[in-house]
């Protein structure tokens, strides 16, 4: 079983829709990261949340991390065609270690 | 606004050849990192790299892959001899803080075809 599980694997919607994806963690997150990649390209940095029950927003993404810390989620409010891309949760999973996993990602595609 | 840098963006290898991927990271950085994803999967670590030495690697780096810092400013990833499943995108990252501390800044990746 994967150590991260995003959920869903993928979405459609239509532009003007929100939506939400989750990061699931067996373990305590020691750092919880959203990133954006577009295919074939690298990945782009949306937020960091270290402390349970923080949440943080940029723009029109809101993402929070819960109070056991073993689950995040992100937020896209009045989706757009510019939010379609890959998102990935990534996490440091034991504390003071420099292995950094990434989630299975969800594929976004946003319907003009 | 500094970045990292990786060269070269897409290499075509025969099988058994060594390859050398590089990186630069963001000068003021110390922890670095290689990454790998093959097509439609999941991004994988492969090792992580601080002081000089590795600080952690994953059951995927197993004795084919290599990584140095051969001076004060790039980071290579050398695979020794090139397996049909090596074929993938291979992304450098760098942070200032450990990992857990602070974000990772990518690379673009480099792709790497093993025929």
């Known amino acids: 079983s994967q150590e991260l599980e995003q959920s869903p694997q993928s979405l459609i919607v239509q532009e003007g829709k929100n939506l939400t994806i989750n990061c699931t963690s067996s373990?305590?997150?020691?750092?919880l990261y959203w990133y954006k990649q577009k295919y074939g390209e690298g990945l782009i940095f949306l937020m960091m949340?270290?402390?349970?029950?923080e949440e943080k927003s940029h723009e029109k993404i809101t993402a929070k991390l819960d109070e056991k810390k073993q689950q995040s989620s992100l937020h896209i409010t009045a989706s757009q065609p510019s939010h379609a891309g890959i998102y990935l949760c990534?996490?440091?999973?034991?504390?003071?270690?420099?292995?950094?996993?990434f989630g299975t990602g969800t594929r976004l595609k946003v319907l003009a | 606004e500094p970045e990292v840098t990786q060269t070269p963006s897409h290499q075509v290898t025969q099988m058994g050849q060594e390859v050398i991927l590089r990186c630069v990271p963001i000068?003021?950085?110390?922890?670095f990192y290689w990454y790998r994803q093959i097509l439609g999967q999941k991004v994988e670590f492969l090792v992580s790299?601080?002081?000089?030495?590795?600080?952690?690697k994953s059951e995927i780096f197993d004795d084919q892959f290599s990584v140095e810092r051969p001076d004060g400013s790039n980071f290579t990833l050398k695979i020794r001899s090139t397996k049909l499943e090596d074929s993938a995108m291979y992304f450098c990252?760098?942070?200032?803080?450990?990992?857990?501390?602070?974000?990772?800044?990518f690379g673009e990746g480099s792709r790497l075809t093993v025929l």
């Open positions: 990252a760098s942070s200032a803080g450990g990992a857990g501390t602070g974000e990772l800044f």
């Open positions: 373990k305590t997150l020691y750092g």
């Open positions: 949340l270290q402390k349970g029950g």
């Open positions: 990534g996490a440091v999973l034991t504390s003071g270690t420099y292995k950094y996993i």
């Open positions: 000068s003021n950085h110390l922890y």
């Open positions: 790299f601080y002081n000089n030495e590795i600080s952690e």
